[in-house]
């Protein structure tokens, strides 16, 4: 007789304790299980899950995280009329500095050359 793998003679646990654990909703854990997204086993109606290989499922998403979120130091570039300014770009045609007045101009639909 083959002794059975050290994961498979745990205790499985319900979705609750894997929310709990997590701070995951119990249903959002659920739908992961349903979509395959999350390691789990559905015994009947109940789905389980092997707290180790749960633990190791959460390591391997931080390192996918970790690599897919690359960090730049640089600002994002926000097209805006100050931006347009700076770097060369078209500026706005409007002649304005107030919000009101430019909301009022452009729904009035006149436009000042610049």
Not at 17 to 27: D, L, S
């Amino acid at each position: 007789m083959t002794a059975a793998p050290a994961h498979a003679m745990e205790k499985r646990v319900d979705a609750h304790a894997i929310a709990e654990r997590t701070g995951v909703p119990r249903r959002t854990i659920l739908a992961l299980a349903q979509r395959g997204e999350i390691p789990a086993a559905k015994i009947g109606r109940r789905w389980t899950f092997s707290p180790a290989r749960i633990e190791a499922w959460i390591i391997e998403q931080e390192a996918l995280n970790c690599q897919s979120h690359r960090v730049d130091s640089r600002p994002k570039n926000r097209r805006t009329a100050s931006y347009a300014a700076i770097h060369g770009g078209r500026k706005s045609s409007f002649e304005v500095n107030d919000t009101d007045t430019a909301y009022a101009q452009l729904m009035r639909g006149k436009r000042k050359s610049g």
